[in-house]
C-alpha cells in the first residue's frame, strides 16, 4: 500500500509597506502610483473623521448605534480601489465596517449615516452603483454574493462581487457554503475577510482552531492569502491580482486581512471591559493612517501644512455631509406601504388611503409621525 | 456526575406573594431561576454568544461564569445553527442545555436545528430519544434594531407540534416560568424581551415554579376579556385603565405561556363579558392572535355577543425609523380603541 501526502498547503501573508512607513520597492512594483497613495490616504483620512463624528452624532442622541471603522480603513481603502480602477462595475456585498470601500465605489457617504440614524433610505442605493445594502445578520451575506456572482457569469458579463465580512462570520454556516458555491460553480467571487481579532467580546482565538483564516478558503480549493490590512498596498495588489483571476480563470479567492478594531465593538460596547489596554496601545502603533503618512513623508510628498490642509477639508466634507443627512424630512407613514411590497396590493392599498394600518385602532396621528398631505 | 439523575417533578403548590420589597430587575429574576437550577443539577449548562466572559450581551448571566465555571458557562462562536445543534445532541445524551440566542432574530439561521429537529426527536424516534433543551433570549422590537432584528417568532415557531413556548410578562413569572423550563422534559422556547429586561419588581427568595398553560388574569372586570401575552400585556393594563375612567372594565389576561395554550381560562372571561380583544406583536397574518380567535370561535362562540378584535403589529417589515416603530406596534391608544370596538363604543 502507497502511503503518501495527498495534499500540502502554505498561505502566503503579504505586507508592502510596514508600519514604520518604509516600502519594499520590489513588491511594490505595479501597485499603488505615488498620487494614488496621496489620494488614498486623504480619503483615508476624511474617513476617520467621518467615524469620529459618527461617534459624537451617536453619544449627543442624533444617531442610533453606530459601528466605527477605525483601524481598519487600510483594507478597504485598498481593496475598494482596486475594485474602482480594475472592475468598477463589480458587486460590492459589505456588512458594516467597510465604509471606505462603498465610498469609493460611488455610495453618497451620507447614505451611511442615513442608515445608523434609522431611516431606510440610507440603504437606498443609487442607480448605476452596485452595492448592497449593509448587512446586519452576521455571515448570510457572502452567499448573496456567490448569487450575484453567477447571475454575472449567466449572463457573460466580467463582473466580478466582492464580499466583506468579519472574522467571527466565518463562524457562520452560511460563509462555508458561499465558499463552496463559488469554487465549485467557478464563481468570480473575491471574499475578503477582515479580521480584527474581535468579534465583539470574543477574540479571534476562540472564534476558531484554525491558525489563519486564510486557510479556511483552502479546504473549499480557491487561492488563499493573508495581508497585512493596514497596508494599502497589499490590499490593493491581493484583490487586483483576485479580479485577474476572477475575471480570467472564473477562479474565487480567500484574503485575510489582518488588521484590528481600534474602536469598540458599536457605540453600544464598551471594550475597556474585556480588553488589554497593552494590546490596543501595541495596535495604535500600527495604524494605517500613521503609516502612509510616514511613507508620504519620507518621499517629500507630504509637510505639516499639506496635512492642515486636509484635516480642514476632512471636517469641510464631513460637516456637510452630516448636514446633507440630518437635512433629509424624516420618513412618512407612506414609506411602510410603499417599501413592502413592489406592487401595493389587497388591504394595503386602503390602508395607505386612509392611513389606517391592519391593526385596529391605529391613530394616524402618532406623536411626532409625519403624514402624507 | 452521576450516569442518570432523576428530574424532579416541579412543585406548583407553592406559590409565594407577588407583593414584597425584594424588588430586583427582570434578567436577574432570569438569572436566579438559572442559577437555583444549576446548583441543584450538574446537567444543565449555558451556551451562546458572549454569555461567560461578558457576562452577556444583555446581562443575564452576568457573574454565572465565576460561580460555574467554563465548562457550565461557554461563549461560542458566532454560529447559532452550530451550538443550537450541539445543545440538542448533548440533551439527547442526557445533558440539559440552555442555549442563549442573544436575539431570537439570529435564531433564524438555526430554523432547522430548532424548528425540525429538537421539537420532532421525540416523535420521530418512537418515543425513545426526547430533547429536554431550552432555548431563551430577546424577542421582538427591541427599539430601533431594524428590520432583520427585530423578530417575533412567536406565531412562526409555536405553528410546529412538540415545542413549549413561554413569554413572561413580568420578573416574577420570569423566574418561576424559566424554573419549570428547566425540569421540562421538552424543548423550550421561551421568549424575553430586551425591552423589559430592567423592569423592576419583587420576586420572592424561595424558589417557586409556575405550571405552563395557566394564565394569570391581571385585572378584572366584566365588559371585555382582553388577552395578551409578554410586553403587550403592560400595554392592556395601561388601556384598560384609561378605559375604566370611561365606563368600560376589562378582564386582562396573561397568557403567560402560548404552547400550552389555556383556553379554559380565556372562555371562562368570555361567558362573563361576552367580547374578546387579543393583543400579540406578531405580525396579523397566521399570527398567535389568529388562533386564539380561532380557538375561541370553535369552542366559544355561543359565548360572544360580538366579533372578536384582534390588534397586532402591522402587515409589514419592522421599521427601524423611530416614529415609524412605534406607530408599527401595538400600543394602549390602538388597544382602548380596540376595546371600544369590541364593546360597539367605537
Ligand atoms: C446571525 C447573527 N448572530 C449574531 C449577531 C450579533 N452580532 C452582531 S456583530 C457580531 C460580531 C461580529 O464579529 P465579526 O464578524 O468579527 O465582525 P466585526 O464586528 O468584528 O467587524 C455579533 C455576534 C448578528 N448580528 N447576527
Ligand atoms: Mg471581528
New binding site residues.
Given amino acids: 500500500m502507497p502511503k503518501k501526502t495527498a495534499y500540502t498547503a502554505k498561505i502566503e501573508y503579504l505586507q508592502i509597506l510596514d508600519e514604520n512607513g518604509k516600502l519594499d520597492e520590489r513588491l511594490a512594483r505595479g501597485t499603488l502610483k505615488d498620487d494614488e497613495v496621496i489620494f488614498l490616504y486623504e480619503q483615508m483620512t476624511i474617513s476617520r473623521h467621518y467615524d469620529e463624528i459618527a461617534f459624537k452624532l451617536q453619544r449627543s442622541g442624533r444617531m442610533g448605534t453606530y459601528?466605527q471603522n477605525k483601524g481598519q480603513e487600510a483594507g478597504p481603502a485598498g481593496a475598494g480601489y482596486a475594485i474602482r480602477q480594475h472592475n468598477p462595475e463589480a458587486w460590492l456585498v459589505p456588512?458594516?465596517?467597510e465604509n471606505l470601500a462603498l465610498f469609493l465605489n460611488g455610495l453618497p457617504m451620507e447614505k451611511i449615516l442615513l442608515h445608523w440614524m434609522g431611516d431606510e433610505r440610507g440603504n437606498q442605493i443609487p442607480d448605476g452603483v452596485n452595492i448592497l445594502p449593509i448587512s446586519?445578520?452576521?455571515?448570510?451575506h457572502p452567499l448573496h454574493a456567490a448569487g450575484l456572482a453567477w447571475a454575472g457569469k449567466y449572463r457573460g458579463e466580467d463582473r466580478v462581487a466582492i464580499t466583506f465580512?468579519?472574522?467571527?462570520?466565518t463562524s457562520?454556516g452560511d460563509v462555508h457554503e458561499a465558499l463552496n458555491f463559488a469554487s465549485a460553480l467557478k464563481l468570480p467571487v473575491i471574499f475578503f475577510c477582515?479580521n480584527?481579532r474581535?468579534?465583539?467580546s470574543v477574540p479571534s482565538s476562540i472564534q476558531t482552531g484554525s491558525e489563519t483564516f486564510a486557510q479556511k478558503g483552502l479546504a473549499y480549493g480557491m487561492p488563499c492569502f493573508q495581508i497585512d490590512g493596514n497596508d494599502i498596498f497589499a490590499s490593493y495588489k491581493v484583490v487586483k491580482d483576485a479580479i485577474n483571476r476572477a475575471v480570467k480563470e472564473n477562479q474565487p479567492t480567500f484574503i485575510e486581512s489582518l488588521t484590528y478594531?481600534l474602536g469598540d465593538?458599536t457605540t453600544a460596547d464598551d471594550a475597556r471591559r474585556y480588553r488589554d489596554p497593552e494590546e490596543v496601545e501595541a495596535w495604535v502603533g500600527r495604524d494605517p493612517l500613521i503609516r502612509t503618512r510616514k511613507y508620504l513623508e519620507s518621499k517629500d510628498l507630504w509637510s505639516e501644512s499639506k496635512q492642515k490642509e486636509l484635516e480642514a477639508k476632512a471636517k469641510e466634507v464631513v460637516d456637510a455631509v452630516v448636514k446633507k443627512a440630518e437635512g433629509i424630512d424624516k420618513p412618512t407613514t407612506d414609506d411602510i406601504f410603499d417599501y413592502t411590497f413592489a406592487e401595493l396590493n389587497g388591504q394595503l392599498i386602503e390602508q395607505k388611503q386612509t392611513l389606517r394600518t391592519s391593526s385596529l385602532g391605529t391613530h394616524p396621528q402618532q406623536e411626532g409621525l409625519q403624514t402624507h398631505a | 456526575m452521576p450516569a442518570t439523575i432523576e428530574t424532579p417533578k416541579p412543585d406548583f403548590t407553592h406559590t409565594p406573594s407577588r407583593d414584597g420589597d425584594r424588588v430586583i430587575q427582570f434578567r436577574e429574576a432570569l438569572r436566579e431561576a438559572l442559577s437555583e437550577e444549576m446548583r441543584k443539577d450538574p446537567r444543565i449548562f449555558l451556551m451562546g454568544?458572549?454569555v461567560a466572559q461578558y457576562n452577556g450581551a444583555y446581562k443575564v448571566s452576568q457573574g454565572m461564569l465565576d460561580e460555574f465555571g467554563p465548562e457550565r458557562i461557554i461563549d461560542t462562536p458566532?454560529s447559532?445553527n452550530g451550538f443550537a445543534g450541539l445543545g440538542i445532541g448533548a440533551a439527547m445524551y442526557g445533558l440539559r442545555p440552555v442555549i442563549e440566542f442573544?436575539s431570537w432574530s439570529?435564531s433564524l439561521?438555526a430554523a432547522d436545528q430548532i424548528l425540525n429537529n429538537a421539537p420532532k426527536m421525540l416523535y420521530m424516534s418512537g418515543g425513545q430519544w426526547g430533547c429536554p433543551i431550552v432555548f431563551r433570549g430577546n424577542d421582538g422590537a427591541g427599539g430601533q434594531l431594524g428590520s432583520t432584528?427585530s423578530w417575533c417568532i412567536e406565531a412562526l415557531y409555536s405553528n410546529v407540534p412538540g415545542l413549549k413556548m413561554a413569554i413572561p410578562s413580568c420578573p416574577y413569572d420570569a423566574k418561576g416560568l424559566l424554573k419549570t423550563s428547566l425540569l421540562d422534559d421538552d424543548p423550550v422556547f421561551f421568549l424575553e424581551s430586551e425591552r423589559m429586561l430592567g423592569d423592576k419588581a419583587h420576586v420572592p427568595e424561595e424558589e417557586y415554579y409556575i405550571p405552563f398553560g395557566k394564565a394569570a388574569l391581571r385585572r378584572e372586570g366584566s365588559d371585555c376579556t382582553v388577552v395578551s401575552f409578554g410586553r403587550p400585556v403592560h400595554f392592556c393594563l395601561d388601556a384598560a385603565e384609561e378605559l375604566a375612567k370611561e365606563g368600560m372594565n376589562c378582564d386582562v389576561l396573561d397568557m403567560r405561556t402560548v404552547r400550552p395554550l389555556d383556553l379554559d381560562a380565556i372562555i371562562e372571561s368570555i361567558r362573563k363579558t361576552n367580547r374578546i380583544v387579543v393583543v400579540d406583536q406578531s405580525w396579523p397574518f397566521a399570527s398567535v392572535a389568529s388562533e386564539v380567535i380561532t380557538q375561541v370561535c370553535e369552542h366559544g362562540f355561543d359565548w360572544l355577543d360580538a366579533p372578536p378584535v384582534r390588534v397586532n403589529s402591522d402587515d409589514v417589515p419592522t421599521p427601524y425609523a423611530k416614529e415609524l416603530e412605534a406607530a408599527y406596534l401595538p400600543n394602549a391608544h390602538k388597544i382602548a380603541q380596540a376595546v371600544r370596538t369590541a364593546c360597539g363604543r367605537a
Fill in positions: 459601528p456588512c458594516y465596517r446586519i445578520p452576521i455571515g448570510t465580512f468579519g472574522d467571527g462570520a457562520e477582515q480584527n474581535w468579534a465583539i478594531r465593538h | 454568544e458572549e458566532i447559532e442573544m439570529f439561521v432584528h
